[in-house]
C-alpha cells in the first residue's frame, strides 16, 4: 500500500469508529517510519499540529515499553491502559518500518474502554489491521 491509500484508510477506520463510539475515539494519529538509526513522520491529524513532533518520543515511550521484546507483525497492535493526554495509547505496524499511532488526548485506554461501546467501535480498527496485513505499507 502507498502513503496515501494508508492514510485514505486510516482516516476511513478512525471515522468509523468514532461514528461506532458515537463520540470521538482517537483525536490524534500518526503515520511513522522508523528505521534502526531515525524516524520519520509521514503523516498526522490532530489537535496539537503545531507542536506534536517536540514531545513524540516522550509521548510513544509508554507504548514502547509494553511492545518491548514483542515482535509485531503487520496488522498487529498494542494498547496502553494508563496513556493519558499526550501519551499515545495505540500503536499498529502497517508495514516493515511503518506505523500509526493513535491517542485520546482527553481520556485514557482504562477510561474509553468503561464505555460499552468501545466493543463495537473496536471492529474497524481489527478491519484496519486486516487492510494491512494483506496489503502492508512499503
Known amino acids: 500500500m502507498n ?12 471515522g468509523r469508529m468514532n461514528s461506532a463510539y458515537n463520540k470521538i475515539l482517537f483525536d490524534e494519529w500518526v503515520l511513522v517510519k522508523v528505521s534502526k538509526d531515525q524516524g520519520m ?8 499540529a503545531d507542536g ?6 516522550t509521548d510513544v515511550a509508554p507504548l514502547q515499553v509494553e511492545m518491548m521484546g514483542r515482535k509485531m507483525n ?3 497492535f ?3 491502559q494508563s496513556g493519558h493526554g499526550t501519551f499515545f495509547d495505540a ?3 502497517l508495514g516493515p518500518a511503518a506505523y500509526l499511532f493513535c491517542n485520546n488526548t482527553k481520556s485514557t485506554m482504562t477510561e474509553i474502554r468503561q464505555d460499552p461501546l468501545w466493543l463495537v467501535a473496536q471492529a474497524p480498527f481489527v478491519d484496519l489491521a486486516g ?3 494483506a496489503d502492508p505499507v512499503e
Open 91 to 93: 500503536c499498529m505496524r
Open 41 to 48: 513522520i509521514l503523516a498526522y491529524d490532530g489537535p496539537r
Open 78 to 80: 498494542e494498547f496502553v
Open 74 to 76: 503487520v496488522g498487529d
Open 3 to 14: 502513503l496515501a491509500d494508508a492514510r485514505s484508510a486510516v482516516i476511513h477506520a478512525i
Open 52 to 57: 506534536y513532533q517536540k514531545r513524540f518520543k
Open 131 to 133: 487492510q494491512f496485513r
